[in-house]
């Protein structure tokens, strides 16, 4: 019998609130998050609570990542977008927390349960923008274009959000979405997950340790930013986690024995810029004519 909390990719939502709220008590936040712990609850703090080797460095991440992302997302209203699109948005709380425009339009997207759920715990809750909430299975994909068609013609500049949701993509899943974002004009930038081969595979190996097993990485590309030219996207901007902690003077926090084979490789140059580039977020813009 399986008994991990983590039974599939959605409840993954959980833990990331449960990281959240735990750089939101730090004295030296990075960001406040304060619906964070209201979402998360027991059963985030119980998801977390059962890895320790996965939460000292997945709250870390989560931090570093949450930066970067509020960054792209605060550059691209100041070139005028008009509308995100947060697809697989989760238990996020960004048009609560973030200074944005009243006329921004954003639209979270997710499956039925968690958009009921998130409905119910913010239900007393005001954004700060103009905030709509879709119950969609993005695997769907006849409902996904159909959605994607409607958006893009009701709006000029839409920033797309997919935080944490490609690398559980299948390689053909992951093209198929890329597509569907390309074929409309509006679709201005998309920021994305990258990890490298080598990073991949150490999720991948230690899946079953760090109580993941329930919710595998299956994006592999064998060239990533290949992958998505071949679909009409480029990197706009490419922001790595590594050199990004490094700007924020946030030291990463890592089960001891990946720590040590840090400390080990950082004595070898290219193993040491290797770990470096490892894990990023990308903003994608479509790619401009030959």
């Known amino acids: 019998m399986n008994d991990a909390l983590i039974q599939d990719v959605s409840d993954t939502a959980f833990m990331v609130a449960t990281y959240r709220a735990m750089e939101t008590e730090r004295p030296d936040a990075l960001f406040r998050d304060p619906l964070a712990e209201k979402l998360a609850g027991a059963r985030g703090r119980a998801i977390v609570a059962d890895a320790p080797r996965r939460a000292s460095f997945g709250r870390w991440f989560l931090s570093i990542r949450t930066c970067i992302i509020d960054r792209f997302i605060e550059s691209a209203l100041a070139e005028g977008f008009d509308t995100v699109l947060n697809l697989g948005a989760g238990l996020d709380t960004r048009p609560y ?16 349960k968690i958009i009921d759920f998130k409905d119910q715990c913010l239900a007393g809750e005001t954004a700060r923008c103009r905030l709509e909430r879709v119950k969609l299975d993005l695997a769907d994909d006849g409902a996904r274009r159909e959605f994607l068609s409607g958006i893009a013609q009701d709006a000029a500049k839409v920033l797309i959000i997919t935080e944490g949701v490609v690398p559980y993509l299948t390689l053909e899943q992951a093209a198929s979405l890329a597509d569907d974002l390309h074929a409309h004009g509006a679709f201005r930038y998309w920021i994305i997950d990258y990890l490298s081969p080598e990073a991949r595979r150490y999720r991948q190996r230690m899946a079953k340790k760090l109580r993941m097993e329930n919710a595998p990485f299956r994006f592999d590309p064998a060239d990533y930013f290949q992958f998505f030219k071949e679909r009409g996207w480029q990197s706009k901007e490419i922001c790595y986690i590594a050199e990004e902690a490094k700007k924020l ?9 990946f720590s040590l084979w840090v400390k080990v490789s950082g004595l070898f140059a290219a193993k040491r810029k290797s770990f470096a580039k490892s894990a990023a977020y990308v903003l994608l813009e479509p790619t401009t004519a030959d």
């Open 97 to 112: 927390r973030m200074d944005l425009p009243k006329s921004l339009h954003w639209i979270e997207v997710d499956y039925p």
């Open 249 to 257: 003077n946030r030291r990463p926090e890592m089960p001891f024995f």
